[in-house]
């Protein structure tokens, strides 16, 4: 690689990622205005978000998941839509329907036209995704992987950028359904949203039961979050990173000779190959919040579980012990090493 | 590899942490498994010098882990992109020197279709070039010996228990006879190559005893007998060569036996059972008590020296001239009835006869078995020939010096000059002719006590070299064979057995039977022989008739449905149940030589290691010989 290949474009990226830098932590600061702590869960939406993957969120209800979302939303600038999934929701909720309309100023006749549902924002909030049928959750695959929906024999696309931020409660609440894998798969990352601590909590109140509401404003626009997303994805990976990821991804399989006893005892199937690209991805955009311009292990090591762990399957003996799939891949994180 | 001129601190430093690497390597690896394996080595070969007396300089085996060590330290290949990651981890630099000398090395692996990824690739590179300046190797490898362990304290201790141990006396035996103990004893040593002497004792006494014979060359062969199971504790033989040695001595000792064989025409054995009942007869006998003892001890030269005493001490009284005819009558006796006795080789002679003639009339079907058949018998019937004709020599001599015992007594002739001269002669003849007799006697006694000796030599150099899992399995053998002599109960209530278990192998086995129908004769032989002479017991026999014992076929219509019949319950054990044992415990499988040879060894153990009279032990060498396999 010479200076003549490339024409002297350095001064210009390094700008550019120092750009990036700056924008993704006025975003990040700007959402902190309003949530408190999750630091954790903030950056991994904010990961989503450049990486072009949708999120999961997972935690007990009351932890401010949909404001969280809500607020990111709203500090990007872009179109947002919430849908609150109920046991009785239909896909039609979702993806919209056609309706017969009488003809306007006049016309003669009446006619079906498409109404589009709540899918059509640029973040969709689908909270308490979980609560819904699997008939209903199912209608968001299309949406999640391909930007585009299906109704009435019509194929529409989505408004660029689409994110699909969802919450669900844990499986153990009350009126869960759990969510198909092939649907779990399609999710960049899943976050767990932990219980804040004494201070958080402090803060917490402090913010919420004074008369000063916080607001956010919006910092970032979508076309600029797709600028983003493009120069992330212009970042250099190293032959000995892809392989040490794939390494890790295969050992999540129990066939796998790297496996670990803790994989092949407790776990059905591993990541898919959608996990891989997951992890690359997001350790892309850890590596250019830290300003620079290649990711290392130890970023790939710091995705990894919110990449892998719905992606990773526990059988029934694993089940039943009460297994967690973060202990089984940081088995796996400590018995793979890179070249 | 090409390596860009930005890069070559990187390298450098590279460089310098892979060295230190190697260097820390070496230090983890010896002082690590090196430093307690050389302990370990030191402990062991301290142990062997001072228990097997091997070369102090075995010592230096404990330094050889370290140059193994050190070897697999500089010829481990080591990877720059794992030093560079080792950089990275300890300066936190997020892989910024790997991923730079990664760019820089493989350009082609940088996708190309977007200028911008290049750019940053370039941006990596010049990142990890700028971070390097300042780096050091030092701390990122840190030389710090690794902490002593459990495993270390042990090795130490093991050193520490191998210097306690006392250092074995030096063999005594290893100088030369001045150190032996009298009569060129020699001394038990349990240890030194696996030679435990204290079995040997008896034998030794033996070979000691048979080495002042009047009879040359059996006094040599137990010489050097002697000599060879001192070379071997030595040291100087191996068991190989020690029983290469003994067989030598062996083949010496077979032409002497046949040399006596040939040089009496009596039977030897016969005389010697003869001379041996003489001498106890006599004990009772004032005049010739010290014939008796003399007879007993088979020194000839006395026999005919006490002999002539007697007759002299008779002619001065009346008394003892009484006393002389009273042993002379008990001689007279003593010849008699050992030369009335039946030894059974008439018997055996027309058996063999029979068998050979039976043998002519029904062939083998194979002219060549038929030949060869035909030939052994012809050579037993000789030898059964040979033996009786050497019986009846030894039973003429007998019956002269039972006549001339008759002649020496003072009542056998008149008492003129001329009775008085005959009587004198006879009394000569009869002193020379049991002093004869006794010399044979002798002769033929010592070389079965040599041939004992060099069965017993020869299975003692073959078992000192058996090592101890044979030991055990002998001696676990000998215990069940005493349980079952016993009567107890073997493993798992199972009735204990004799029978001595073997490993069941594939082959072919090849016999051949034969026997009278009539089965008549008697078992129980009563003279021993010597090993070149068949025994001459002759047994019941077993074997096929001449009628066939099924006859032709009926042709009455039957039902021939089969019926299952329950045996009644007896006591003792049914055939089946001893032929389901006996499928078990392997006797089917284990062919006569190999059960013979078993036997023999423990009845030579016992023998080896057992007080046993000599007549006793030439009573068992007998049984082995007539029961040993043919062929």
């Known amino acids: ?339 | 590899m090409s390596k860009r001129p930005e890069l070559r601190p990187i390298y450098g430093l590279l460089a310098r942490v892979q060295s230190r690497e190697r260097l820390s390597d070496a230090i983890n690896l010896v002082l690590a498994i090196g430093l307690p394996a050389g302990l370990v080595l030191a402990a062991l070969a301290v142990v062997s010098t001072r228990l097997f007396m091997t070369p102090v300089e075995l010592i230096w085996l404990a330094l050889a882990p370290t140059p193994i060590m050190l070897m697999w330290t500089l010829v481990r290949p080591r990877s720059i992109r794992a030093a560079a990651r080792k950089v990275d981890a300890h300066y936190r630099l997020d892989d910024r020197l790997g991923n730079a000398i990664e760019f820089a090395e493989q350009p082609d692996k940088v996708p190309a279709d977007d200028p911008r990824t290049r750019a940053m690739a370039e941006m990596a590179i010049a990142d990890g070039a700028k971070v390097v300046h300042g780096l050091v190797a030092k701390p990122v490898v840190p030389l710090r010996p690794p902490a002593p362990r459990m495993l270390d304290l042990l090795a130490l201790m093991l050193v520490g228990a191998a210097v306690l141990l006392p250092q074995r006396e030096p063999d005594p035996l290893a100088t030369p006879d001045a150190d032996a103990g009298p009569g060129g004893e020699l001394i038990s040593e349990p240890a030194k190559h696996g030679v435990d002497m204290t079995r040997a004792e008896p034998l030794r006494d033996e070979l000691n005893k048979l080495k002042t014979s009047p009879e040359e060359q059996i006094a040599r062969i137990a010489n050097e007998m002697l000599d060879v199971l001192a070379d071997l504790v030595r040291g100087l033989l191996d068991r190989a060569a020690a029983l290469q040695q003994l067989e030598l001595l062996d083949l010496e000792l077979r032409d002497i036996e046949q040399t006596i064989g040939e040089e009496f025409e009596e039977d030897p054995w016969m005389m010697s059972e003869a001379m041996r009942e003489l001498g106890e007869d006599l004990r009772e006998q004032d005049a010739m008590r010290e014939v008796s003892e003399a007879l007993a001890e088979t020194d000839a030269e006395q026999v005919e020296k006490e002999m002539e005493a007697a007759f002299d001490a008779a002619s001065e009284s009346e008394e003892a001239q009484k006393q002389l005819d009273e042993a002379l009558a008990e001689f007279e006796r003593s010849m008699a009835q050992t030369a009335k006795e039946n030894t059974g080789t008439d018997k055996a002679v027309e058996q063999a006869e029979r068998e050979l003639e039976r043998q002519k009339e029904n062939p083998a079907e194979d002219a060549e078995e038929q030949e060869r058949e035909l030939q052994r018998k012809q050579e037993k019937l000789d030898e059964l020939k040979r033996q009786s004709e050497a019986e009846k020599k030894a039973r003429e001599k007998m019956e002269k010096l039972e006549q001339l015992a008759r002649e020496s007594k003072s009542s056998s002739g008149s008492q003129n000059q001329a009775g008085e001269q005959k009587r004198k002669d006879a009394q000569q003849k009869l002193s020379k002719g049991t002093g004869e007799a006794t010399k044979s006697s002798r002769k033929m006694q010592q070389a079965n006590d040599v041939r004992d000796a060099m069965d017993q030599a020869k299975s003692f150099v073959q078992r000192s070299g058996q090592n101890s899992d044979s030991e055990n399995r002998r001696k676990q053998q000998q215990e069940r064979f005493a349980k079952a002599a016993k009567g107890e109960k073997g493993k798992n209530g199972k009735p204990a057995t004799m029978l001595v278990e073997g490993e069941v192998g594939e082959g072919e086995g090849e016999g051949e039977g034969e026997g009278e129908g009539e089965g008549e004769g008697e078992g129980e032989g009563q003279k021993p022989g010597n090993g070149s002479q068949p025994g001459n017991g002759a047994g019941p026999g077993i074997g096929e008739g001449s009628v066939d014992s099924q006859g032709e076929e009926s042709s009455k219509d039957v039902d021939k449905t089969n019926e299952r019949v329950d045996a009644d319950q007896g006591k003792g054990r049914t055939r089946a149940e001893v032929i389901e044992t006996a499928s078990q415990e392997g006797f089917a499988t284990e062919s006569y030589k190999r059960v013979y040879k078993d036997y023999e060894s423990f009845a030579q153990s016992a023998m080896d290691s057992d007080e046993l009279p000599a007549g006793q032990r030439r009573r068992v060498k007998r049984y082995f010989q007539m029961i040993q396999p043919q062929g």
């Open chain 1, 1 to 339: 690689m010479t200076a003549e290949a490339a024409p002297n474009p350095t001064p210009d990226i390094a700008a550019q990622l120092k750009a990036l830098q700056t924008d993704l932590h006025t975003l990040v600061d700007e959402v902190q205005r309003v949530i408190v702590g999750q630091d954790v869960v903030i950056r991994g939406v904010v990961t989503c978000l450049l990486a072009g993957g949708h999120g999961l969120l997972e935690g007990v209800p009351g932890l401010g998941k949909t404001l969280l979302i809500r607020t990111v939303a709203e500090a990007v600038s872009m179109s947002f839509n919430r849908i609150q999934f109920t046991p009785d929701m239909m896909p039609a909720d979702i993806l919209g329907t056609s309706v017969l309309l009488e003809g306007e100023d006049g016309a003669v006749g009446r006619q079906l036209k498409y109404q589009p549902g709540p899918i059509f924002a640029n973040i969709v909030l689908a909270d308490e995704i979980n609560r819904a049928t699997p008939k209903t959750q199912s209608a968001l695959l299309e949406a999640m992987a391909e930007h585009q929906v299906t109704a009435g024999g019509q194929t529409r696309k989505l408004p660029e950028p689409f994110f699909v931020l969802a919450t669900q409660n844990p499986l153990e609440q009350e009126g869960t359904y759990p969510l198909p894998e092939a649907q779990l798969d399609r999710f960049l990352f899943k976050i767990m949203v932990d219980f804040p601590n004494e201070e958080e909590l402090i803060s917490i109140l402090d913010r919420t039961t004074g008369s000063k509401s916080q607001s956010v404003k919006p910092v970032m626009t979508g076309a600029r979050l797709i600028e983003l997303q493009q120069l992330i994805r212009a970042m250099p990976i190293t032959p000995s990173m892809t392989r040490y990821v794939v390494r890790v991804l295969r050992a999540t399989h129990p066939t796998d000779k790297n496996a670990t006893e803790g994989i092949k005892r407790y776990v059905r199937f591993g990541g898919s190959p959608r996990g891989a690209q997951a992890v690359l991805l997001a350790a892309r955009v850890r590596a250019a919040l830290e300003g620079r311009q290649s990711p290392s292990v130890e970023d790939v090591k710091h995705v990894v579980p919110q990449a892998l762990r719905h992606r990773v399957l526990l059988n029934f003996e694993g089940e039943a012990e009460g297994v967690s799939v973060d202990s089984v891949l940081e088995e796996v994180l400590a018995k793979v090493k890179p070249d």
